[in-house]
């Protein structure tokens, strides 16, 4: 009885026993997690944590970033002395591109922050315990500034490795022949000066690695295939896309030649190898003598040579055109090509069209050029894409063949829409205005005519104008006519033979007629009669004095638009008002 009574006795126990280990258990771990949430919410590195020597802990990651930073300032003047095959070379790590790694941070603020929650805690604990934590790694030197030290070393000291070197001067290859000597184990060098960095007790003098180098030799069939051109010709491609193919000057020379001079030649020691350059015997300029060599269109239009301004200006708009170049595709612009026109381009006063008037414009007469140009393009059969009739018809090309410009607001725009190149030329002398399309001729070339048809003629008006600053009975024209008209073009394609393929409309204009100005005086002349001297003796009675008749004012004949004032058929911009 009494061992039954014993035995409940000793469950009771081992049962509060276990009961108070669970209590503490769970303790504990409640305790753990409210350790592990605090410390795991601490923005700062743990305690004794260190970066290469550099204190970090309890300290932000910006914070001890700068304190890395600020050490590293001090780090960069250390010196260290390298000493190579005798010779001593002093830098400091600020010449070596002192650096470190980003992660080294991310290593010390992880610390502690990495594992579960009892490695954790073990670690938060330790750390407030005393512990240090060091990582002495991460300090780098830059590999692109030892280059440059290990270079400078080399080249101060004796028997060193020096590769083979060539130069290409005018007409020749220079080649300097190296030889074997020391070379700089680099790598190795570097993980030697970063232990330097990581450890500062560690003596700052080092002995470079070295090992014995071999010259990089040249290799006479690699340089001639670096040195090789090919020789080629200028010529083009045409098809649906047009291509030049511009001259290339061919480059060689005697490998076998080189080859035994190398051979022979001493450590040390120059060859000298003759480049052979042979020139093409088709260069791109050439080349316009077959691109070029065909008239496909032209067309000239007449002038007023005592106009000089105008003159000028007509002189100065076909300089501009002359030579120009269009590839297949290529668009065309007047106002592009020719420019603003402004006195410092060389564009002078001269007559314009301007409200119905003829007034004095900058650049006036150009359109005659666009005018005669236009005739070519059609006659060349291109591509019109922009183009534009005058308010007024011009007497030197026949209506709706004319083409007006106006810079910024009114262009003449063509294409080349042919498989090859054209080039335009574009003259005025002599009184002529001459537009030649070059080109090369093909099997797809058809006869082009030009067809103006007038459907309507208007007839010009006579406006009276006053002026009392002319005599009475005086006439005098200020404004030649011109009759308006209502007109069309065609474009008449034929065969070689003559026979006609389509007969298309180019375009329908209407032109204003350009009246007839005539100034008439009204200032009254005063007739006095004339002066009779009377003698004393003998009295005479004079003659009567018959009146003086004014002249009858002789009026000019109508004018039918043959006697224009020189340069009035210049409407540079017939759109002003």
């Not at 790598?187 to 990581?198: G, N």
């Not at 340069?567 to 002003?576: F, L």
Request: with cysteine.
């Amino acid at each position: 009885m009494n061992q039954i009574l014993y035995s409940r006795k000793k469950e009771k126990k081992a049962k509060r026993i276990a009961i108070a280990l669970g209590i503490l258990f769970m303790l504990a771990i409640l305790v753990s997690v409210i350790f592990y949430i605090i410390n795991i919410n601490n923005e700062k590195i743990l305690n004794g944590v260190y970066v290469n020597d550099i204190y970090v802990g309890e300290l932000t990651k910006e914070e001890a970033n700068l304190k890395i930073v600020g050490e590293l300032s001090k780090l960069r003047e250390k010196e260290v002395i390298l000493k190579l095959n005798g010779e001593e070379f002093k830098y400091t790590f600020n010449d070596l591109g002192l650096s470190y790694e980003k992660t080294l941070l991310s290593r010390a603020y992880e610390y502690g922050r990495s594992g579960n929650i009892i490695a954790d805690n073990y670690t938060i604990l330790s750390s407030y315990l005393g512990k240090e934590y060091k990582i002495s790694e991460g300090l780098e030197v830059d590999n692109s500034r030892l280059d440059v030290v290990t270079l400078e070393m080399i080249a101060n000291i004796k028997d060193s490795t020096v590769n083979d070197t060539h130069v290409v001067e005018n007409d020749k290859i220079i080649i300097t022949k190296g030889h074997d000597g020391i070379s700089i184990k680099k790598e190795e060098l570097k993980e030697e000066l970063e232990k330097i960095l990581s450890d500062n007790k560690k003596e700052n003098m080092l002995e470079v690695p070295v090992d014995i180098g071999k010259a990089n030799r040249i290799d006479i069939e690699e340089l001639y295939e670096k040195v090789y051109v090919e020789k080629v010709d200028a010529s083009y491609k045409a098809g649906e896309t047009f291509e030049v193919i511009k001259e290339v000057e061919g480059i060689s020379f005697d490998k076998e030649k080189a080859k035994e001079a190398y051979n022979k030649a001493q450590d040390g020691e120059k060859i000298e190898i003759i480049l052979i350059k042979e020139e093409p015997k088709t260069k791109v300029a050439d080349l316009d003598n077959v691109l070029f060599k065909d008239v496909l269109a032209e067309f000239t239009t007449k002038y007023d040579q005592s106009y000089t301004a105008r003159v000028t200006n007509l002189q100065v708009a076909a300089k501009n055109i002359n030579g120009t170049i269009l590839y297949p595709g290529d668009e065309f612009s007047y106002n592009k090509v020719v420019g603003e026109r402004t006195a410092a381009r060389g564009f002078k006063e001269a007559h314009v069209f301007s409200g119905g008037k003829v007034v004095d414009g900058l650049g006036g007469g150009i359109c005659q050029v666009s005018s005669t140009l236009y005739n070519a393009v059609l006659l060349a059969n291109l591509d019109v894409t922009d183009r534009t009739a005058h308010m007024m018809h011009t007497g030197y090309v026949d209506p709706s063949l004319d083409a007006t410009v106006v810079y910024g607001s009114i262009d003449f725009k063509f294409k080349n829409n042919r498989e090859t190149p054209i080039k335009i030329e574009a003259t005025v002398k002599n009184g002529k205005a001459i537009t030649k399309i070059y080109g090369l001729k093909s099997d797809k070339d058809v006869i082009v005519e030009l067809e103006s048809k007038i459907l309507e003629t208007i007839k010009y008006t006579t406006v009276t104008q006053y002026d009392n600053t002319m005599n009475e009975g005086t006439t005098k024209v200020l404004q030649s006519p011109m009759n308006g008209y209502k007109s069309e073009a065609y474009k008449i394609i034929k065969d070689a033979n003559g026979n006609v393929i389509s007969r298309t409309l180019i375009s329908k204009d209407n032109y204003k007629q350009t009246s007839k100005i005539v100034a008439v005086g009204t200032k009254k002349v005063e007739v006095k009669p004339p002066v009779v001297q009377i003698p004393d003796e003998p009295v005479v009675t004079p003659p009567a004095v018959e009146p003086v008749t004014p002249p009858t004012p002789v009026t000019p004949p109508e004018d039918h638009g043959s006697d224009l004032p020189t340069g009035w058929d210049t409407p540079e911009n017939p759109y002003y008002n």
